[in-house]
Antibody, heavy 124, light 107 residues
Framework: EVQLVESGGGLEQPGRSLRLSCTGS????????VSWFRQAPGKGLEWVAY??????????EYAASVKGRFSISRDDSKSIAYLQMNSLNTDDTGLYYC???????????????WGQGTMVTVSS | EIVLTQSPATLSLSPGERATLSCRAS??????LVWFQQRPGQAPRLLIY???NRATGIPTRFSGSGSGTDFTLTISSLEPEDFAVYYC?????????FGGGTKVEIK
């Protein structure tokens, strides 16, 4: 079964750090770009970060709201993508999803497989 | 940043009725427009990509149309499982952006 599973969420104080993981299975993880999204409680979807596959030098993209604080990376040998979140603030609270992008494989710009999310709560 | 505006915010319909959802972009996104469905407590589900192409396994009652700045998602005859929130997303330029969502609720 093709799936993504997020982990690493939890309760953290403002100013502290968290690292989220997104583990893929059932497909060749390294062939696909991966993105992180988040959803604040009761709100809509927000794109957070994106990392290209190795063939495109694993170059990242970031939303303005997290640039300079968050860092995305990947370890294809473990089929994991990471989101390092530093200098957390209360606006970072939400359910964090990872998703794979079909672009590299099918030249289709669409996130077709999503994980179930991991909850991050930033509060003092 | 490209702003996507979805309307209406809420659509109250009965099973079997036709649903028409709109997504308008602040500038052209060509056909790089995606639709997702999100049921309560679930992750988003890809419905439509490139404005009009159904994703794998999506029923034919879902269709997408439009290009440039104006897009439509149509559900030809609502099934009970279709009552959910629908989001559009543009894949034309960075940063990626979503519309605010349309909730399709049972009337």
């Amino acid at each position: 079964e093709v799936q993504l599973v997020e982990s690493g969420g939890g309760l953290e104080q403002p100013g502290r750090s968290l690292r989220l993981s997104c583990t893929g299975s059932g497909f060749s993880f390294g062939d696909y770009p991966v993105s992180w999204f988040r959803q604040a409680p009761g709100k809509g979807l927000e794109w957070v970060a994106y990392i290209r596959s190795k063939v495109y030098d694993e170059t990242p993209e970031y939303a303005a709201s997290v640039k300079g604080r968050f860092s995305i990376s990947r370890d294809d040998s473990k089929s994991i993508a990471y989101l390092q979140m530093n200098s957390l603030n209360t606006d970072d609270t939400g359910l964090y999803y990872c998703a794979r992008d079909l672009f590299t494989i099918q030249r289709v710009r669409a996130f077709d497989i999503w994980g179930q999310g991991t909850m991050v709560t930033v509060s003092s | 940043e490209i702003v996507l505006t979805q309307s209406p915010a809420t659509l109250s319909l009965s099973p079997g009725e036709r649903a028409t959802l709109s997504c308008r972009a602040s500038q052209s996104v060509s056909n790089y427009l995606v639709w997702f469905q999100q049921r309560p407590g679930q992750a988003p589900r890809l419905l439509i990509y490139d404005a009009s192409n159904r994703a794998t396994g999506i029923p034919t009652r879902f269709s997408g149309s439009g290009s440039g700045t104006d897009f439509t998602l149509t559900i030809s005859s609502l099934e009970p499982e279709d009552f959910a929130v629908y989001y559009c997303q543009q894949r034309s330029t960075w940063p990626l952006t979503f519309g605010g969502g349309t909730k399709v609720e049972i009337k």
